[in-house]
């Protein structure tokens, strides 16, 4: 299976709002996505976990601390509170009013956009010694399958395990890995892994031409991220140049203009 996300010679990279565009609006909100669509993005990127009552929700951090006006573990609180609350002051006051959204709220808004979807199922990293969320990766599918976006809709995650759930689960669901790096003696070995997954979501600094040329070998698009606004110029026309088929920003109307001039 060859990855529809691989670009063509001649073809600029994808842009990714990374969620959506949180260095021009609160992140993982509705203004962050229409504010990346509006700057020309070919996918917006956002996090998705679940409320104490099982409700997956569009936010990044595990606490509600840093984006909203609430306090507490997401795990542990109730959408019906988490509805409530402010998620844009944090950015600006001219935000206040935004709302986290639900991943159902979300897709019923995305039926009408033309971006592609990029959605990474967060779970606890092991280290913070919290258990799985063993029922995130059905909870998401079952609300993309139904919302009949599963073509436009890619799933990531530094959790492979999830990937490998969710393909098991949905054999027609795209899918790709996020990983820090490093330099691995093998750069396919976390592909290798999970079979059937599309592509490496690679921090950029550890992408070489190494890396993009054995994952196009394979089949698989190679996706930079991590590269923090503001982007080097100089840096966005090298990835290019190693040939990487997509990369994020969190300020995506740069980007865009970046990769549209090259």
């Known amino acids: 299976m060859r990855s529809p996300y691989i670009r063509s010679p001649g073809q ?19 203004a962050a996505f229409r504010r990346a669509i509006a700057c020309g993005v070919d996918a917006i990127e956002f996090d ?17 601390d840093r984006t909203t006006s609430g306090h507490g573990r997401v795990r542990e609180t109730r959408w019906r509170d988490i509805r409530e ?11 206040s009013g935004e709302r986290v959204p639900s991943l159902e709220e979300l897709l019923a808004e995305a039926r009408g956009w033309s ?3 990029v959605l990474e199922l967060k779970q606890p990293w092991p280290g913070d010694d919290r258990p799985r969320d063993e029922g995130l990766v059905a909870a998401a599918c079952d609300l993309v399958r139904a919302g009949g976006l599963l073509d436009r809709t890619l799933f990531i995650s530094f959790d492979h395990p999830s990937i490998a759930e969710m393909i098991s689960r949905e054999p027609a669901a795209r ?11 093998d750069p396919l070995a976390p592909a290798r892994a999970v079979p059937g997954v599309l592509g490496l979501h690679v921090r950029w600094q550890w ?28 840096v966005v026309r090298r990835l290019i140049g190693l040939g990487v088929d997509s990369l994020s920003a969190d300020a995506p109307d740069a980007l865009v203009a970046l990769v549209s001039s090259r």
């Not at 990279?13 to 509705?30: D, Q, S």
């Not at 998705?48 to 509600?64: E, F, K, M, S």
């Open 12 to 30: 600029r990279p994808l842009v990714v709002g990374h969620r959506g565009a949180l260095a021009l609006a609160p992140e993982n909100t509705f």
């Open 48 to 64: 998705v976990q679940r409320t104490a009552d099982g409700v997956p929700i569009v936010i990044h951090d595990a606490t509600l």
């Open 85 to 95: 609350l402010d998620a844009g002051s944090h950015l600006s006051p001219d935000h």
């Open 115 to 117: 971006v592609g979807l």
């Open 175 to 185: 899918t790709a890995l996020l990983t820090e790096g490093p330099t691995l003696v």
């Open 207 to 234: 992408i070489s031409r190494t890396v993009i040329d054995a994952a196009h070998a394979a089949g698989l698009h190679v996706h930079a991220w991590g590269h923090r606004h503001p982007q080097d110029p100089l």
